[in-house]
């Protein structure tokens, strides 16, 4: 009888040394893909936060110059500088609120915070906004200034204030012409506006620099002349 032999079992076999370096290569490719990727996505996020960020500073400085802006003007007793038809008087009285004085970078103005109008700028009621070392600052109580931006958090370069002015004739309101060499006649109104422009940086990314543009309407306008006698 015939002896059967068995077949030989194949010997198993691993990963070759050159396949084991193809798979580690690969596989550190990919790892070095994913960090790229997600390095790429945490810098676009900080960026979106340091503008998001510097948007709002920006919005909150000029929100409040605006608002203190539009106040400028405003009188107690408004009411002794508007000429009135009935009115035997030939002059009118000045508002001693209306000056709203600008420079490439500083505006200053006043107005009235009087319960009772007393006639006369107190140091309380003078007002202002500059550009110093960085920073935007408030005037506040006559000289004193203080600092409204964080130089930490956002650099400001560039505040400026550029001021125009329109001019109403209101002589159709007079019963009579103007007679001719009189300068205070007739009355006019001016009404007066403001476009306020900062431009700053992010304090640790140089690179992210935004401009916030407002234009400010003065809301009290200033009267001067008068009618004929």
């Known amino acids: 009888m015939r ?3 068995a077949p030989q079992r194949r010997r198993q076999r691993g990963l070759s040394l050159v396949e084991m370096l193809i ?3 690969l596989g550190l490719l990919l790892v070095g893909c994913g960090i790229t990727v997600l390095l790429i996505q945490l810098r676009d996020n900080r960026a979106l936060v340091e503008h998001s960020r510097l948007m709002h500073d920006l919005r909150s400085a000029s929100e409040l110059i605006a608002r203190d802006l539009r106040r400028a003007g405003h009188w107690g007793d408004a009411g002794a500088g508007v000429w009135m038809r009935d009115s035997a008087a030939a002059t009118v009285a000045a508002n001693p609120y209306a000056a709203v004085e600008s420079t490439a970078a500083t505006v200053t103005l006043r107005y009235s915070l009087d319960a009772a109008e007393n006639q006369q ?4 009621e003078q007002f202002g906004f500059r550009l110093r070392s960085g ?3 408030m005037r506040v109580g006559g000289a004193s200034w203080q600092s409204m931006t964080d130089v930490t958090t956002m ?3 560039a505040l400026e204030f550029a001021p125009h002015e329109d001019t109403l004739d209101l002589g159709a309101l007079c019963g009579a012409p103007c007679a001719s060499g009189d300068a205070s006649c007739p009355p006019r109104q001016t009404l007066r506006s403001v476009v306020v422009t900062i431009t700053a940086q992010s304090a640790t ?3 992210t620099v935004r401009t916030a543009r407002t234009a400010v309407r003065l809301r009290n306008d200033e009267i001067t002349g008068r009618c004929p006698a």
Not at 121 to 124: E, I, P, T
């Open 155 to 157: 650099k400001v370069t």
């Open 135 to 137: 920073a935007l600052e």
């Open 121 to 124: 700028v107190d140091s309380h």
């Open 23 to 25: 798979g580690s290569a």
């Open 205 to 207: 990314d140089a690179r």
């Open 3 to 5: 002896r059967r032999i």
